[in-house]
């Protein structure tokens, strides 16, 4: 019951809720703005209209949804418990030839920047990231099957992860 006050309450509001449609309100209201646009789940949702060029993004008012706000939300970077469930989705959303591993340049490119992005964000709480400390870069030992990565595709992640702008280099 409590759920369905807070959803009707948000809905009343001009919030969309994801799980259905948003019940009537009870009483007549004045007329609101169009619906939003459809967006992509991995999209941040700013509080505001885009910022000119040379403004700074504003900060985002929700977190992400989807599969990037699941890999967000799961807590202990780095834990054996952390690594088992991206592990987990990776292999679930991605594993093509399901193979349990996460082995063609394909599957790789599936998972895409806000998905890697995600992983590396939650690392980086942690003072790590995907590239050095799963052992990605090839000066470094693997250890990115952790997470699933079949080190056959360890130049192809690396060149992913690179042009995410996730590596070292993409820092600077």
């Known amino acids: 019951m409590k759920h369905r006050a807070v959803a009707s309450s948000l809905a009343s509001i001009g919030f969309v809720i ?40 504003p900060a985002l008012a929700w977190p992400r949804s989807g599969l990037v706000g699941e890999i967000a939300a799961i807590p202990e970077p780095r834990s054996q418990g952390w690594e088992a469930r991206v592990t987990e989705l990776l292999r679930l959303h991605f594993d093509a030839d399901h193979s349990e591993w996460i082995d063609t340049d394909a599957e790789v490119d599936a998972i895409g920047c806000p998905v890697l992005t995600a992983i590396n964000d939650a690392l ?47 820092y600077e």
């Open 18 to 57: 994801a799980c259905g449609p948003a019940p009537a309100p009870s009483s007549p209201t004045t007329p609101s703005a169009a619906a939003p646009e459809p967006r992509d789940d991995d999209e941040p949702v700013s509080p505001a209209a885009a910022p000119a060029e040379d403004e700074p993004a």
């Open 124 to 170: 980086r709480r942690t003072d790590d990231d995907l590239a050095y400390n799963y052992g990605v870069h090839d000066d470094y030992a693997w250890l990115a099957d952790r997470l699933g990565f079949d080190e056959a595709i360890r130049a192809h992640l690396y060149a992913t992860l690179d042009r995410c702008e996730l590596t070292n280099e993409a």
